[in-house]
Structure formats: structure tokens, C-alpha cells
């Protein structure tokens, strides 16, 4: 007997390939019916016998298109209708969006095949995708998608690549960023002045291979924004381009030409591996140990024992690849600090300094984005994203909200980003960056009315952070102003660990969990600079339990720049002749007066970190974000908790003293103590402390937020220390350093506030 059924499929459904999978899938059942996209996801009506569209339905669910990702979907039967066969109809739009965006997707092995196959029609086209890759976030409009929701419109497809796109055999059957050389997008090769160069169109990949392997800097336009490259083994290049950029050591990414050359250069693990074949395909930060290629590692990652490295990830870099028998840096085409370009004009204007030629197309960017960037810990293997952006950006996969209102979180300040939940998903912008910078300041604003023109709806409540400077801050004041909207201010360490307890789904298990929230800085309830925080979490309420013990906050943002700073307000008498070789006596007496009269006083780990890598001569001055603290870690290739000495314990309150910690250490290296052991004790200290208050609050359950547990040598010694006693949560979809406020943000608003 004929029947009918409607079936709703959400998730990230859109832009995978979701639409023909299921018309080949229908045809193979025999069933007629519709399938199309709609603001919830996909939807599809069948007729046939009861049996064959169960069937149906089980496979799709069980086994459904490669890139996609089934949130919920339903099955419901309703009046009998009569379709004459299967058809894929074009998107129907009546509501607001209420679905998961699509990121984007690293070129398939099919997709690489047919660009590298001399007698495929594609052979050579930079910019072939199918169903289960290519760009998307990067090149839409809007939802749902659709063709003419993207920048790809403006390009119309030529008989061939129609006729793939309506033959269901076709692996671009409805592929809608379907193109080709013959109607599709075009690459121009440039130099400074503007001037074509003169060389067939098949030759470009070879002429860049060349140029680099010259040692030219090239600007090229990838899909999701420009990337400034070089020959990474050329020692002149790669400082010309560090002096150019003003970036005179923070470590540049590493494109590999293949898996094969970069495994054969580095010991890369299955963790690893993973990563760097994922569809998202972010830059993995792998040890430098056991280096086996030719490049000079101490020009490419100063003083670091890790190097950031990546394969290509889409048409572009898989052609240049092809080409290149070397590793080449590829990082953000942007100056020091600004939000990376993707407008060919604007990158003549502002990389003409940097680079000696560029690689332009005519396909628009939508939504630049920077490489997403992980690091694996090496006992644990323990993944912490240190950036989410391209691949990741803009859904979030986590648990299901309640929710009737739609807020928006502008979240922090260094590394921006912005989250918002209009309907039944969270979405949470890419890395924005440093809101101090004019134009990341434009980006972070257009983010959010872009995100507020997607979903069509303006928000009803507004969070910010409780610092009362921050950009993201004040942007949010004068939008709750403009809509007469609510505000509601989220002190920054209480976001942090309310982020955490997000995404392990904490909030209503009856525990009380433990909060430890380290970073560099963040507004304190009490006006002074938190960021050694310990909270107790219950039933809705966040209390501060405890905090590193007080010290100078000194010269407002330079103490940040300069880890000396730290040293000099942490140190005690002893230390005087440590500061007598970085400070002038004029600067001395200038510091201790300014440090009687001030009132502004911190608790951050951040600045310990400084001060540690300072009293060890390790770093004086951050020439970027957090490198004293990075170079600390770098120095601990491996350690023993056995060896380990703690430098304090706390005291029966709850306190930490700070300063005896430091005096302690500071001992230790007096007496002889290697750095790398002063490090691992440091290390080992922090971790110790941390249980200390566990124990002492009497909790078992411990949730670490902050841009300290970016540190994977400290987050190593934690799990070896909980064993099975205590139980440990970090940030596992985001970052655990500022990108996660605005997050954070809205599971404080949803879950900490009486509304
Ligand atoms: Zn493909
Ligand atoms: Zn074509």
C-alpha cells in the first residue's frame, strides 16, 4: 500500500552534498518524493511501501553523506501524495534560519586526483570542489545553501560542468560551488607593480615554485584569505620576511608539499596525522625533537623545541604542492596585529612592502579566515585548540539549549570573538584577534551584523565583558542602546569557567566543581586584575574560593609587554641584584615609588609566568602574546614528577603566597638548579597547588580555563597527578584561551542568572 512520509533531517546538512546523496539513495529504494533544503535543515517527502521507506531512512540515517553531521531527524506520516519520480526542488525559505552553518572543507583525495591527472578535464584548476569539499563559511551570503547564496554565483556554469551537476551518477551532482577553467574562476601572477607576467596559464604553479625556490616572497589569495610565502629553508628570506612583518620571532607555520616529506622531516603521531588530514586541516604544532630535514628551525620558531606545520588544504596550495619539493612558510597575509586580507586591492596596498609578487583570483571572500591551530600534550595526548577558525568556524557542536531570547556575547578582548544563539544552535564567530587594532575592531563589528542580517533578527539580550574599556565592551553598551536591548556585564574568570562547564554539559549534576581559571588579565569583581583564580560552583552559584595572593600591577598594559615588569614587583630583597642587570637605577627608584603609591593589584598566573621566565634571564620582553610563557614550556623536552620539588603550599585559608613561591625558586636556581629543573619544579608547583584546594574544599571534580592550560606540559602533569581520584575538564571544542568568553559568556547568561 502506497504511503507517504515526511522526513526532517538537522545538523550540519547543507553544503555537503546532502541533497543528491539522498536522490541516488531514493532511487536505489525505488521511492518517489522531494528533497530540499529549507531554514531547519533538510527535508524530504517519499512515497512507497512502508518497508522500502523505513529501509531507506535507516540507511541515511546510519550512513549518511561524508562531511555532513546529523544533529536529530524525524520520520512522521501524513496524507498519501502522489510524486511521478524523485526530484530535488530548490530551497524553500518561509521562517528565519534556524540551522548549523557549513565550514570549510579540505580538498578531497578525489578532488586532488583530478587536478594532479593531465587528461582530466580539471587537470590544473586551482579551484575544483565537489559535494565533500571546497570552501563554504569563506564564500557564502547567506543560508541556505544555495548557488546563488555564495560568491561562486557570479560565475555560470559552462554545458559540462551542468551536465555533471544534473547527472545523479556524478560525484558534483548539485554541487553548488560547481566549477571549471572553462566557466569558473581565473588566478592572475602579479608583481608589485601591477605587471602580468608573461607566462602560459598552466606554467603559473611552476613560475611560483620557482620564484620561491629564488627566494621571493609571494602573496597568494587562497580561499579563505592571503597567505605570504617563502622558501622555508632560505635563511635570507625568511628573515627579510620576519623584518618586513615587524615579527622578529613569533614562529611562522610550515606548509608541507606532502604528508610523506613532512613525516620523513618529523616524527608525526596518529594523533597528529589525523589532525593534519582532517577535513578541517589546522596547523598542528609538532615537536621539533629528532628533526631530521634542512631547514634552520631557530630562524622559523625561535627558541621554541615545536614548529607549527600543515598540508595543503585546498585547491590552490595542492597545485602549488605539486610544484615544490620544499617545506615553504605560509603565514597570514597581514601586517603585525592586523586581521588577514582577502580583498585583492587592499593586498597590492598593504603587502606591496612585504611581498615580491602576487597570486590574485576573482572569486570574493565572504568571511576571511585566519588557519585554525591544535597541539597534542605528549604523554596524554591531551588536543588543545590554540585558535578556531577555518574549518571550525562559525557552528559549535555541543549540547541542545533551552532558550526563548537571543543573545549575543561580544566576549573579550585580545582574542576576540563573538558568539551568538538566535534559535536552536550556538554560533561562535572565527578568531577575530586584538580589538586594539583599528581594523580587527571593523571586522569584530561587521561579524556581528553579519551574523544578525544571517538569522534576520536582532538580539534581545546583549553580554559583555565587566571591563569597562575593552572595544567589545563599549560596542556592546552602544548596541544595547541603539535597540534599547538588555546588558548584562560577566566578570571575565567566571565566563572562563562557565565555558567549561558548557561543554562538559556541569551545570545541573548536583556536584560542586572546582574552578580554576589562570590567564594573563581579566576585570575583577573587586576592580583589580584577577587572573590566579579558584572558584566553587553550585546550584547555579559561582563563588571565588581563592586567588593567588596579591601584587603590583604595575605600568598598566607595558607590564604585559615586558615580563621584567613582573619580576620587579614580585621580587624581594634578595632579587635586587637580578633587577640591577635589567632595570637603570633611575627606572628602579621610578618603579618603587610608583609601587607605594599604587592600588591596582593582581593576582595573574600570566605575569608569574613572566616574572619565572625573567628571574631565569629566559625573557625580558614579550616581542609577542605570551611568548615568556611559552618559551618557559619549550625548555621541558620531558620530565619526572619523582624529580620535582614544590617551591610553596598553600596556607590554611586558601592562600597562595605568590612571592614566597618565586623566592623559593629563585633559591633553587641560586643553588645551582638547572633552568629546565626550575621550569618542570615551577610547573610541578602550580599543579600541586591546584589539588591542595581541591583537597582543602573537599572537590573531586576539577574545571581549568584560561590561556595558562594552553600549557601542555602543565596539563600532562595534571592527568598524571589526578589519576583516578580526581576528575579533570578542560576546554575540549574551543580554546582554552580568550576565544572561548563569548561563549562562555552565554552559558553564564543561561545557566548563573535569575531571568
Ligand atoms: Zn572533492
Ligand atoms: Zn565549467
Redesign the pocket.
Given at each position: 500500500m502506497l504511503k507517504t512520509y515526511k522526513i526532517v533531517i538537522t545538523g550540519q546538512v547543507q553544503g555537503v552534498g546532502f541533497r543528491p546523496f539522498v536522490y541516488v539513495l531514493a532511487e536505489q529504494f525505488n521511492l518517489k518524493g522531494t528533497v530540499s533544503n529549507n531554514e531547519e535543515g533538510v527535508i524530504i517527502y517519499v512515497s512507497g511501501s512502508k518497508n522500502n521507506i523505513l529501509s531507506f531512512y535507516n540507511s541515511l540515517i546510519d550512513n549518511p553523506p561524508k562531511v555532513s553531521k546529523i544533529n536529530n531527524h524525524s520520520l512522521q506520516e501524513i496524507e498519501v501524495k502522489r510524486f511521478d519520480d524523485f526530484q530535488i526542488i530548490p530551497s524553500q525559505k518561509n521562517s528565519k534560519l534556524n540551522l548549523q552553518l557549513t565550514p570549510d572543507f579540505a580538498i578531497c583525495e578525489d578532488c586532488k586526483d583530478d587536478i594532479s591527472d593531465s587528461k582530466n578535464r580539471r587537470y590544473l584548476y586551482p579551484f575544483t570542489t565537489c559535494v565533500n569539499c571546497g570552501p563554504r563559511w569563506a564564500i557564502t551570503n547567506t543560508f541556505p545553501f544555495e548557488r546563488n547564496h555564495t560568491s561562486i554565483n557570479e560565475f555560470e556554469?559552462?554545458?559540462?560542468?551542468?551536465n555533471e551537476y544534473t547527472n545523479p551518477t556524478n560525484r558534483r551532482f548539485h554541487s553548488q560551488t560547481?566549477?571549471?577553467?572553462?566557466?569558473?574562476i581565473s588566478i592572475i601572477l602579479n608583481d608589485t607593480k601591477g605587471i602580468l607576467l608573461k607566462i602560459p596559464k598552466a606554467d603559473i604553479f611552476k613560475t611560483i615554485a620557482t620564484l620561491l625556490k629564488d627566494g621571493k616572497i609571494i602573496a597568494i589569495k587562497n580561499t579563505s584569505g592571503y597567505l605570504l610565502c617563502c622558501d622555508a629553508s632560505n635563511k635570507l628570506v625568511v628573515q627579510k620576511l620576519r623584518s618586513k612583518k615587524n615579527r622578529p620571532h613569533k614562529p611562522f607555520a610550515i606548509l608541507y608539499p606532502s604528508l610523506k616529506l613532512l613525516k620523513k622531516h618529523l616524527d608525526v603521531n596518529t594523533n597528529q596525522q589525523k589532525a593534519l588530514t582532517s577535513t578541517e586541516r589546522p596547523i598542528v604544532i609538532i615537536s621539533k625533537t629528532n628533526f631530521k630535514g634542512n631547514l634552520d628551525l631557530e630562524d622559523l620558531a625561535p627558541n621554541l623545541n615545536q614548529l607549527g606545520v600543515m598540508l595543503p588544504y585546498s585547491g590552490i596550495l595542492q597545485l602549488l604542492a605539486a610544484e615544490l619539493t620544499i617545506p615553504i612558510v605560509a603565514t597570514s597575509g597581514n601586517l603585525h596585529g592586523s586581521p588577514i586580507i582577502s580583498n585583492n586591492e587592499e593586498s597590492e596596498d598593504v603587502l606591496q612592502h612585504i611581498a615580491d609578487y602576487f597570486l590574485h583570483h576573482n572569486l570574493k571572500i565572504i568571511n576571511p579566515q585566519d588557519d585554525s591551530v591544535v597541539k597534542f600534550s605528549t604523554t596524554f595526548n591531551h588536543e588543545v585548540l590554540f585558535r578556531r577558525s577555518r574549518g571550525y568556524a562559525p557552528n559549535y557542536f555541543g549540547v541542545n539549549l533551552p532558550n526563548n531570547n537571543k543573545i549575543m556575547a561580544m566576549g573579550s578582548h585580545l582574542k576576540s570573538t563573538i558568539a551568538y544563539l538566535p534559535n536552536d544552535y550556538l554560533y561562535i564567530s572565527q578568531y577575530l584577534g586584538n580589538l586594539d587594532n583599528y581594523d580587527v575592531y571593523n571586522r569584530f563589528t561587521q561579524t556581528s551584523k553579519k551574523f544578525i542580517n544571517l538569522f534576520e533578527q536582532k538580539p534581545d539580550v546583549l553580554l559583555v565583558d565587566k571591563h569597562p574599556t575593552y572595544q567589545s565592551t563599549l560596542f556592546g553598551i552602544e548596541l544595547s542602546k541603539k535597540w534599547q536591548t538588555r546588558l548584562y556585564k560577566i566578570q571575565h574568570h567566571k565566563a572562563h569557567f562557565t565555558s567549561v562547564l558548557g561543554e562538559h554539559n556541569l551545570f545541573n549534576t548536583g556536584d560542586s566543581i572546582l574552578g580554576v581559571i589562570w590567564d594573563g588579565t581579566g576585570y575583577g569583581d573587586d576592580d583589580n586584575i584577577w587572573g590566579g583564580e579558584f572558584f566553587n560552583y553550585q546550584s547555579k552559584k559561582i563563588e571565588r574560593i581563592s586567588h593567588f595572593e596579591y601584587f603590583d600591577w604595575l605600568a598598566g598594559d607595558k607590564m604585559a609587554k615586558e615580563p621584567k615588569l613582573s619580576l620587579l614587583s614580585l621580587a624581594n630583597d634578595n632579587m635586587q641584584s637580578v633587577l640591577k642587570d635589567k632595570f637603570s637605577k633611575e627606572e628602579i627608584s621610578i618603579y618603587q615609588s610608583l609601587k607605594k603609591q599604587n592600588r591596582l593589584k593582581t593576582s595573574s598566573v600570566g605575569r608569574l609566568f613572566d616574572a619565572v621566565a625573567s628571574i631565569l634571564n629566559i625573557c625580558d620582553i614579550n616581542t609577542y602574546e605570551g611568548e615568556a610563557a611559552i618559551l618557559l614550556e619549550n625548555r621541558i623536552i620531558n620530565y619526572s614528577l619523582d624529580n620535582c620539588k614544590s617551591y610553596c603550599t598553600i596556607i590554611d585559608d586558601n592562600k597562595i603566597p605568590t612571592k614566597q613561591l618565586l623566592k623559593n625558586l629563585y633559591l633553587d636556581f641560586k643553588r645551582g638548579a638547572s633552568k629546565e629543573d626550575v621550569i618542570t619544579s615551577f610547573l610541578y608547583t602550580l599543579a600541586s597547588i591546584i589539588f591542595q584546594i581541591a583537597n582543602h574544599n573537599n572537590l573531586k571534580r576539577i574545571a581549568l580555563s584560561g590561556g595558562v592550560f594552553q600549557n601542555t606540559v602543565l596539563i600532562d602533569m595534571l592527568k598524571e597527578m589526578a589519576q583516578s581520584e580526581y576528575k579533570l575538564y578542560f576546554n575540549r571544542n574551543l580554546a582554552p584561551n580568550d576565544e572561548n568568553i563569548s561563549y562562555g559568556q552565554i552559558m553564564y547568561y543561561l545557566n548563573c542568572t535569575k531571568d
Open positions: 556554469m559552462c554545458e559540462d560542468c551542468k560547481n566549477s571549471c577553467s572553462t566557466c569558473g
